[in-house]
């Protein structure tokens, strides 16, 4: 198999040895991975969701003669085991909404919930982490075993200028590539500043921040990052019905509630349609 860029043209190659011709391939299976020519992960999914769709049919079969308890069990085994490689790679991509929708579908299968109800409560009750919140917890763990390689700003700024939330923080590089500021050393810091304070202080004793940590997820459910960053104490100022975001009560004006609208697409495509899919 020979690997090459997406924006390249294929190039066609006889290779041959002991006068056979090796044909060429453009996917294999190497450690529990399909890999392909370009090293992306649309193989790999497309298969992926072939294996969870028959893990939510099996336990929509079995959940009448099974308890809670084991049911949780084979979830852990057959669906969450599956997905735990992915949560470096798959979160922002095209193919984080399909098996998103696949973990909600079978939390509410566990649940004997209509497809239209709310997950939210569900996974607090069931304790599990949603897709986007199993992505904070191994990106946070990570900064956190290795905190040597992140300086804080008090290294680069001493003065007292600036609040504790932010003097507290890690130093945040200036990188102007898509492909670096999407990677795990940025987005590690990123979302390590964003955390609330009571949190990063414990960030010394891994032991006790990965409790507190895990707690704070299952408490509030992020569905995506854009909820995590727009949250302010576990609280998440969004109104659905008008696709605007309100701005926290420190920013308020004495008039009233003061309106923003969303600055990007994403801010309106997850989670603050009033309809949508990844709100419920």
């Not at 193919?95 to 409560?121: A, D, N, T």
């Not at 507190?212 to 109104?239: P, R, V």
Request: proline residues 4%; glycine residues 4%; charged residues 20%.
């Amino acid at each position: 198999m020979k690997f090459i860029s997406k924006n390249n043209n294929h190039l066609e190659l006889d290779i041959n040895h002991d006068n056979k011709s090796i044909s060429a391939i453009t996917r294999t299976r190497f450690l529990g991975l399909t890999v392909n020519y370009t090293l992306s992960w649309t193989n790999h999914i497309d298969l992926l969701t072939k294996k969870l769709s028959s893990t939510c049919f099996l336990i929509r079969n079995i959940k009448p003669y099974l308890s809670l308890s084991a049911l949780k069990m084979i979830y852990h085994s057959l669906f969450h085991s599956v997905t735990y490689v992915l949560r470096y790679h798959v979160l922002g991509k095209p193919h984080s909404p399909v098996i998103f929708e696949m973990q909600k579908r079978v939390i509410r299968i566990l649940m004997g919930r209509g497809y239209r109800e709310s997950c939210r409560g569900l996974l607090k009750e069931l304790k599990i982490l949603i897709l986007a919140s199993k992505y904070l917890f191994s990106l946070l763990l990570f900064v956190v075993i290795n905190r040597d390689y992140f300086a804080p700003n008090s290294v680069y700024h001493n003065f007292n200028t600036k609040p504790k939330k932010k003097k507290t923080g890690l130093h945040l590089p200036h990188v102007s590539l898509t492909i670096c500021q999407r990677g795990v050393f940025y987005s590690g810091i990123k979302v390590f500043n964003a955390l609330p304070t009571t949190i990063k202080d414990i960030s010394g004793n891994p032991k006790k921040f990965k409790v507190a940590l895990k707690n704070y997820l299952l408490t509030h459910s992020f569905y995506n990052l854009d909820e995590f960053f727009f949250s302010i104490n576990g609280i998440l100022y969004l109104c659905y019905a008008t696709n605007y975001y309100i701005v926290p009560p420190v920013q308020q004006k004495s008039n009233g509630l003061k309106f923003s609208k969303p600055r990007t697409r994403s801010h309106v495509t997850y989670g603050c349609r009033h309809n949508s899919s990844s709100f419920w």
